[in-house]
């Protein structure tokens, strides 16, 4: 029999654990035992009343408040199966959703598997997004490339022999924890890709997830956390001995620059906005994506709100 355990991290999410502890719960499958583990991170809410009242079904990891990383790396420390799932306590998992990973874990050369989140309110209707043209897998030379696009934390499961080798994730990181595990699972084999709604992302206000350009706070956080992952991932592919491509980084330098004038746009600060993306154009890249980026970073210059509003159309489409 093989055995699933799903980790999910939680803070004073009280008001949404009950329905992600019986998604996960709802995913009965034959010759499968699923174990599922609750790391709570110094919840003040009614999440420890309402998990108290799901044992012994869940295991319940309760800490004094130390943060995301810290609580993940706990439960995931904790888990015994030999998939390790991941779940944030405000989203839920589809039917099928364990099913369809174990099936694409039958490749011995898969280390992780992702499928799609569909984004939600916090009632958990789906709000219009785009999805990524996936290929079927991914490999370390898609990820030097910049070919990668990876779901969030709750669309992803690593093979547990692989996620040991990636712990412990870095208490510096927030934004980027499910890409530090992503991205570094790449080291030790594939990620099978599964192109299929199995899990929806709810985005409200306590969601830092959400309105992520939009805030100049959750711009100024993106910086760190980006810096952070970003010093992690050259030391991975240092050791490797394997290079990122000029076009992956062109493209990292590019979002970087469009933050900045985002950032002192947000502020109503226009002539610094105005700075920001003229000291951009001094090492511009010389090709069609960069040009496009230019433009379409001076309209953020002039109306950040206009920006945001066509930036989500085009998005979308």
């Known amino acids: 029999m093989i055995k699933v355990s799903v980790v999910i991290d939680n803070h004073n999410y009280g008001r949404f654990l009950e329905a992600t502890l019986d998604s996960v719960l709802a995913q009965v499958l034959d010759d499968v035992d699923v174990e599922i583990i609750v790391a709570d991170d110094g919840s003040t809410d009614d999440s420890r009343e309402i998990l108290a009242s799901y044992a012994p079904r869940v295991k319940s990891l309760l800490q004094a408040r130390q943060g995301q990383a810290t609580a993940f790396n706990n439960g995931l420390a904790a888990a015994t199966g030999d998939i390790v799932c991941l779940l944030d306590s405000d989203d839920v998992f589809l039917p099928g959703k364990l099913a369809a990973v174990l099936e694409a874990f039958k490749d011995p050369k898969v280390?992780?598997?992702?499928?799609?989140?569909?984004?939600?309110?916090?009632?958990?209707?789906?709000?219009?997004?785009?999805?990524?043209?996936?290929?079927?897998?991914?490999?370390?030379?898609?990820?030097?490339?910049?070919?990668?696009?990876?779901?969030?934390?709750?669309?992803?499961?690593?093979?547990?022999?692989?996620?040991?080798?990636?712990?412990?994730?870095?208490?510096?990181?927030?934004?980027?924890?499910?890409?530090?595990?992503?991205?570094?699972?790449?080291?030790f084999g594939d990620i099978a890709n599964i192109p299929v709604v199995y899990g929806y992302h709810r985005m409200h206000d306590a969601n830092w997830c959400a309105g992520g350009l939009e805030n100049p706070a959750k711009i100024e956080r993106d910086f760190v956390d980006r810096a952070n992952y970003g010093a992690h991932r050259e030391r991975w592919f240092s050791a490797a001995g394997v290079s990122r491509s000029p076009e992956a980084v062109d493209a990292e330098r590019l979002e970087v620059w469009r933050r900045r004038v985002l950032l002192e746009a947000l502020r109503a600060r226009p002539l610094e906005a105005a700075r920001a993306w003229s000291e951009g154009l001094r090492d511009l890249p010389p090709n069609r994506n960069a040009r496009f980026r230019a433009a379409t970073t001076a309209l953020a210059v002039a109306s950040p709100t206009l920006y945001l509003a066509l930036y989500d159309w085009y998005s979308r489409r």
């Open 111 to 187: 280390v992780c598997v992702q499928h799609f989140l569909h984004d939600t309110d916090v009632h958990l209707a789906p709000l219009p997004r785009r999805f990524p043209a996936w290929p079927v897998r991914y490999t370390l030379d898609d990820y030097a490339a910049g070919r990668t696009e990876f779901t969030a934390t709750s669309g992803i499961a690593f093979r547990r022999e692989t996620l040991l080798k990636l712990l412990p994730i870095p208490k510096d990181l927030f934004y980027y924890l499910d890409d530090f595990l992503t991205g570094r699972a790449l080291f």
